[in-house]
C-alpha cells in the first residue's frame, strides 16, 4: 500500500514538472529543483551547490548526475540496509536507473524523480545547519563585507540599520566573514574616499549586531540572511575604500 501511495505521488508530480521542463535542452534539473522548491534562489543555491548542479548543464549532465543519486539511494537503502518498512526505494530505484540508455522521455523521468529525492534531501541539509547554528548561543557578532560602492552611497559612519538594509548590502558583497564583535580584523581603508552612485569601486564596510551571535562562521550569504533574528539591529563600525584587497583572500567568497 505504501508503494502505491508513493507511485501516484510521483507519477503526478512528474506529470506537472515535466510539462514546464520538456522543452528545455539545457538545466532541466536545475529548473526541475527550482519548481520543486518554489523558485527560492537561497534555498536553490544551497543545493545545486552539493551535487555540481549547472543552470547550462546539457541533458547527459543532468542524467549522469540522476543516475549517481539513485545509485547512492540502492546503497544506502539495500546495501546498508536502511530500515524503511515496506517502502521498496531500492527497487524503484534500480529500475529507473536502469533505463538510462532508453528515450528522451525515459531520461526525463530520471531527472524528475532524481530532483524529488533532493529536494528531500535539501530538508535534511536545512535541519544540520539548524543544529550546527543552535550550538552557538545569540550573542554580539560583526560582519564584514566588500561591496561596491554603489551598494554604500547613502550610508554614513555609525548609522543604525534594520534587517532589511543589512540583507541587502548582504546580497551586495562580493566577499564577507563573519566574526565575534571582539575579533580584529585587520583591513587597510581610506574613510575619506568618495562614494558614488554609479561606481564599483569596492568599500569595506563591518556592521556589528547586537544579536546576530548565530552567523558568526556562516560562510554562504543564505546562511546568514537565515541566521538574522527578525528584529536585528545593526551599526556601521568602519567604512571605507578598500585600498588593500589582498585581505580578501581570507574572506568568503561569494
Known amino acids: 500500500m505504501a ?86 526505494l531500492s527497487s524503484i530505484a534500480t529500475k529507473l536507473s536502469n533505463q538510462i540508455n532508453q528515450s528522451k522521455e525515459k531520461k526525463m523521468e530520471l531527472i524528475i524523480i532524481a530532483a524529488c529525492l533532493m529536494a528531500g534531501i535539501f530538508t535534511c541539509l536545512r535541519y544540520l545547519e539548524k543544529e550546527e547554528s543552535s550550538k552557538l548561543p545569540p550573542g554580539r557578532s560583526s560582519l564584514c563585507l566588500a561591496v561596491p560602492s554603489s551598494a554604500i552611497y547613502k550610508l554614513v559612519k555609525d548609522p543604525h540599520l534594520e534587517r532589511n538594509e543589512i540583507e541587502k548590502l548582504i546580497d551586495s558583497a562580493t566577499e564577507f566573514k563573519c566574526v565575534k564583535e571582539s575579533e580584529e580584523v585587520s583591513v587597510e581603508i581610506d574613510p575619506n574616499e568618495k562614494i558614488s552612485s554609479d561606481s564599483q569601486l569596492k568599500f569595506y564596510v563591518r556592521i556589528d549586531l547586537e544579536n546576530g551571535g548565530n552567523i558568526i562562521g556562516k560562510e554562504t550569504q543564505y546562511g546568514m540572511k537565515r541566521e538574522l533574528p527578525l528584529n536585528v539591529k545593526g551599526t556601521i563600525r568602519e567604512l571605507g575604500f578598500l585600498k588593500d584587497v589582498s585581505i580578501l583572500r581570507k574572506f568568503n567568497r561569494v
Open 3 to 88: 508503494n502505491q501511495e508513493l507511485l501516484k505521488i510521483y507519477k503526478e508530480t512528474f506529470q506537472k514538472v515535466s510539462l514546464k521542463v520538456e522543452s528545455k535542452d539545457k538545466g532541466v534539473m536545475y529548473e526541475a529543483l527550482k519548481i520543486l522548491l518554489n523558485a527560492n534562489k537561497y534555498d536553490l543555491d544551497l543545493l545545486v551547490s552539493q551535487f555540481g548542479i549547472k543552470e547550462s548543464s546539457c541533458f547527459d549532465e543532468d542524467q549522469e548526475i540522476a543516475n549517481r543519486i539513485l545509485n547512492d539511494v540502492k546503497q544506502i537503502v539495500y546495501v546498508e540496509r536502511l530500515p524503511l518498512g515496506d517502502l521498496n
